[in-house]
């Protein structure tokens, strides 16, 4: 029995359930979802501790009592951890946002319309395309915030189009946000998959690795590592195949209100991780040296 460790919540134990069949059908053996809770988990009004879900995950594999972890690769902190390493990053889903609003798309929401977020990033777009939106922090899993829209608790939220993607929540009603006027959060949309670096699944699992977005992901978080970016960073990065060896990446920065905002585009012919980290790392310092608008 295999044992794979997950967050407890329904989009974390469907990211955790693809990848586990995947593991089931490499290695002929049941694959067990291993629920693993965390105080973010629980009902709080309070914003979990930065990395706490990560945190719980890693010590359950360290400690053994799990074989391998599935996370949101937008999660994971930019260091990595003695004795784990990131067998596989599986092919990404959808990276961009998503406003999901009965009243229409950004464009329909009227002036004083309630957009619900907790993401620096986000809020700082929106308030940067849309002024005259009042962003306020809603907090909780993909399905508690959609529910908040529907109700009316507030006229909209902004969601990852790849939890909805996985939820089989993504349609056509839903408005997908462009990544040149919103960027995404480095890493959005890909999934990492995580094993003590000695052990020999490291193997098997490394077969459901998609290079294209281990290299793409790799100049993402290589921007956020340049930055010294922290969770309270609003910053988005995007890297794109514009050809088979050329990746474009787009990165920008900005304050909490989005008046202060530079934005950096590069593209460098790309071969490996290795050479995406250094194209990333060029972008954060651009992005740095940038007189923000």
């Not at 105080?39 to 400690?63: Q, Y």
């Not at 990276?95 to 999901?100: A, G, R």
């Amino acid at each position: 029995m295999i044992r794979l460790g997950t967050r407890a919540s329904v989009l974390a134990r469907a990211q955790a359930s693809t990848v586990g069949e995947a593991i089931a059908e490499l290695t002929g053996q049941p694959v067990d979802l291993v629920g693993v809770r965390t105080e973010g988990d629980g009902p709080s009004a309070a914003p979990p501790r930065p990395g706490v879900f990560v945190s719980a995950l890693r010590d359950a594999l360290l400690a053994g009592t799990v074989d391998v972890v599935v996370h949101s690769y937008k999660d994971l902190p930019s260091g990595e951890v003695e004795g784990l390493l990131v067998a596989a990053v599986p092919e990404r889903a959808n990276p961009c946002d998503v406003l999901f609003s009965p009243l229409g798309g950004l464009a329909e929401l009227p002036a004083g319309a309630r957009v619900g977020t907790s993401s620096p990033r986000r809020a700082a777009a929106l308030r940067r395309l849309r002024p005259d939106l009042v962003v306020v922090a809603v907090r909780g899993n993909v399905e508690t915030r959609l529910e908040q829209a529907r109700s009316g608790e507030v006229d909209a939220v902004v969601v990852a189009a790849a939890g909805l993607q996985r939820l089989g929540l993504l349609d056509p009603s839903v408005g997908v946000l462009d990544p040149a006027l919103v960027v995404p959060a480095p890493a959005q949309g890909a999934l990492a998959v995580e094993c003590r670096a000695d052990d020999r699944l490291i193997t098997v699992v490394g077969q459901l690795d998609d290079t294209a977005s281990r290299v793409a992901v790799a100049a993402e978080r290589a921007v956020l590592a340049g930055l010294g970016a922290s969770c309270d960073t609003a910053v988005g990065a995007h890297a794109s195949w514009i050809s088979e060896r050329v990746l474009l990446l787009t990165a920008d920065l900005a304050g909490h209100a989005g008046v202060d905002y530079a934005r950096v585009s590069r593209s460098a012919t790309v071969d490996d991780a290795a050479a995406a980290t250094r194209l990333g790392t060029t972008v954060a310092g651009s992005l740095l040296a940038e007189p923000a608008d």
